[in-house]
């Protein structure tokens, strides 16, 4: 079958894409997804626990829809799971994108063609087809990270990944669950994994800060509030990096130091992100700054947990917030559980599995349940399974071995009309993301409307463009004290990774600059006349 376009991935971002190729710009549209159902992330992230974990509702949703922002009945400050799939999923019958979409369909190989410009597909089902451009909302948290623990094979017992959890419920009801992994996820699913199991053991490789998440139920009253400020919260979200509500603009060290453990007293109260971005400015990139910040939050988890053991176990030492936050609901709490233990794998490292056990340096560990919490190949490892194939052959995992080189993180050189969302190099995770994949989008729709009035066949990122914008994406990271910690954003977690800071820091400004550079021709792509009108 031949389209115009071809989606791959049917998450916010790919929903978005199929809305606004197919009714906005009427392209001939196919999406493809490998998952059951829409949702991407969230329809794999069913844990226990999970939520969203930023002010979610109404704006952890799209925004290209005042009706859509005025008729759903978001329940809490930081949607549940499940409400987010509701939701997609009701966008997706609203719109009825589902027409358009092939579920349970992974696109397992994805070639360029020179004479044709255009890009061929096929699925693991064996369908093939091609379209003029290909759209790649493959998911920046989508390639499930497993650690290769000596005989993690021969543990008897079910395992389950946070980022695969199957759809069925799951069951601790007595059961001793052993916990790999304290990021977001392990931080969300720990707490109500204790609720019900006979005993839970965690195998922590890095104490983490987590801040309160203060979830509330969102009153009938707020919600209306947002809706009739709705242009100018909107507005706010593009000028603020995602963030709805007005930032700090407070110096922390025009303030006494007692001043200044109110202040982050008062944030700390507040929950959410508060403490980090909306205590005083600069906590990501003053140094002196962030250590007191995070000496708050150290002497926070020595006063939630009683056991003075677990709790310095339990205490981070790295630069506070330079691996992603952590917003948490009862998670120091959960220690001070009698059915709850720790491990901290940096003095007692896991040295085998056996079919019952996890055996570490100091002791075995009895289990009948092994939750793997360890993240993802994120950012790249999803272009990196798709695996495309470019000018000349050229395969994405060749030009990626080294460095994951990008322009504006949604083109790359050598791959014309090739579009990635959140790609490596745009702001993704740090920005809020249904609303980055709707501006992704709105720059796409420009892009292929240029080309289109030109009469241009492809569009294509230099190289010179890419060297560039990888100079301006790591002096910007510079600016921050992220590139300081190894985390998921550094590529840091994924062993033999290239290491290489994945996001653009700056979400509002970045989205500034690609819209001035579309403005002034598409600065840094080449575009080749349609091949359709050239002669012979
Ligand atoms: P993650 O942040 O990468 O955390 C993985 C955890 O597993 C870390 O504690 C890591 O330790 C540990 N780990 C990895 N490999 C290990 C190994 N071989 N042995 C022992 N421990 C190992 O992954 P995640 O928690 O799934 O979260 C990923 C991202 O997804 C988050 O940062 C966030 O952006 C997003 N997320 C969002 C939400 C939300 O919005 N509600 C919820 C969940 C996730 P180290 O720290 O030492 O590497």
């Known amino acids: 079958m031949q389209y115009d ?37 969230w329809w794999y992230n069913r844990y226990p626990g999970a939520r969203v ?48 979409i092939q579920f349970d369909t992974r696109v397992t190989d994805a070639r360029w063609d020179e004479a044709t410009q255009r890009w061929s597909i096929e699925t693991a089902h064996g369908d093939e087809a091609s379209a003029r451009f290909l759209i790649c909302a493959t998911g920046a948290l989508f390639v499930a990270n497993k650690p290769h623990y000596p005989g993690i094979d021969d543990f008897a017992g079910p395992v389950y990944h946070t980022g695969r959890w199957p759809h069925e419920p799951v069951s601790f009801e007595g059961k001793r669950v052993g916990v790999i992994g304290t990021g977001s996820s392990g931080v969300q699913a720990i707490p109500e994994i204790a609720k019900t199991a006979e005993h839970v053991t965690v195998f922590q490789r890095t104490a983490q800060y987590a801040l309160p998440a203060r979830n509330r139920p969102l009153t009938a009253e707020q919600l209306q509030e947002y809706r009739d400020n709705w242009a100018d919260l909107r507005d706010s979200m593009y000028r ?23 202040r982050y007293e008062e944030m700390w109260a507040e929950g959410g992100l508060h403490l980090a971005i909306n205590s005083y400015v600069g906590v990501l990139a003053d140094e002196e700054l962030n250590a007191e910040v995070g000496d708050f939050v150290r002497a926070k988890i020595g006063q939630i947990v009683d056991d003075p ?63 793997l919490a360890t993240g ?51 702001p993704g995770v740090l920005y809020t993301m249904p609303l980055g994949g709707e501006r992704h989008m709105a720059w796409i729709d420009a892009c292929i409307r240029h080309l289109d009035e030109n009469d241009m066949g492809t569009v294509e990122a230099t ?33 033999g990774k290239p290491r290489q800071f994945l996001a653009h820091t700056m979400g509002s400004r970045y989205f500034d600059r690609i819209e001035e550079i579309a403005a002034d021709g598409f600065r840094g792509f080449v575009f080749e ?4 009108s050239i002669p012979g």
Not at 20 to 37: I, Y
Not at 57 to 84: H, I, M
Not at 406 to 419: D, V
């Open 5 to 41: 376009a071809i989606v791959i991935g049917a998450g916010f971002a790919g929903l978005y894409a199929l809305h606004r190729l197919r009714d906005e710009m009427g392209l001939s549209v196919r999406a493809f997804d490998g998952a059951g159902g829409v949702g991407g992330t």
């Open 53 to 100: 974990d930023a002010p979610s509702a109404p704006f952890y949703g799209y925004t290209f829809s005042k009706e859509l922002v005025d008729e759903w009945e978001w329940t809490e400050t930081q949607s549940a799971s499940a409400d987010v799939l509701a939701y997609v999923d009701h966008v997706a019958d609203r719109f009825d994108l589902r027409k358009d």
């Open 240 to 262: 603020r990096g995602g963030w709805p509500f007005p930032t700090t603009r407070l110096k922390a060290w025009d303030h006494t130091p007692e001043e200044r453990q109110a």
């Open 309 to 371: 053991e677990t709790a310095r176990k339990l205490t981070p030492d790295y630069l506070f917030g330079t691996k992603r936050l952590i917003l948490d609901n009862g998670y120091f709490e959960t220690y001070n559980r009698s059915n709850v233990s720790l491990v901290d794998l940096r003095d007692d490292p896991i040295t085998a599995f056996t079919a019952t056990s996890v055996q570490t340096e100091h002791g075995e560990h009895p289990i009948d349940m092994l939750v």
């Open 376 to 426: 993802f190949d994120a950012v790249s490892g999803s272009m990196l399974q798709l695996n495309p194939q470019g000018r000349g052959g050229v395969r994405l995992g060749e030009k990626w071995a080294a460095r994951f080189d990008t322009y504006l993180g949604m083109a790359i050189a050598g791959f014309p009309n090739l579009f990635m969302i959140h790609g490596p190099q745009s």
């Open 463 to 495: 190289e010179e463009a890419e060297a560039a914008w990888d100079q301006e994406v790591n002096d910007l990271a510079n600016r921050t004290l992220y590139p300081r910690t190894n985390s998921w954003y550094t590529g840091a977690n994924i062993p």
């Open 529 to 532: 006349r349609s091949s359709s």
